[in-house]
């Protein structure tokens, strides 16, 4: 069974950092992408960034680059996501995914606050 368990969400203040990591196990493929995305509040799921497994390039959405940026370590099976200069419109519920020719698989998500 695929599994993604994202973690390192909680409440910061606006210009803080946080570190986000989605953990996966269960997939045995070398060939996905990891893709981050949130929710805010009342709203639809927004694209944040991606990385790819066989170059580890990460792609950052226009909102947020220059901010965030994906990385991987594979040793441990893990993505992250590092969030940097946040801004009270970055609070939202951020989701990990891992996408394949084998289908998509989700996190169940982890909570972001900015508000001082």
């Known amino acids: 069974e695929v599994q993604l368990v994202e973690s390192g969400g909680s409440l910061v203040q606006p210009g803080g950092s946080l570190r986000l990591s989605c953990a996966t196990s269960?997939?045995?493929?070398?060939?996905?992408?990891i893709t981050w995305v949130r929710q805010a509040p009342g709203k639809g799921l927004e694209w944040v960034s991606s990385i790819e497994s066989y170059n580890e390039n990460p792609y950052d959405a226009d909102s947020v680059k220059g901010r965030f940026t994906s990385s991987t370590d594979k040793s441990k099976n893990t993505v992250y996501l590092q969030m940097n200069s946040l801004k009270a419109e970055d609070t939202a519920v951020y989701f990990c995914s891992l996408w394949s020719e084998y289908g998509a698989y989700w996190g169940q998500g982890t909570q972001v606050t900015v508000s001082s």
């Open positions: 269960g997939f045995t493929s070398d060939d996905y992408t």
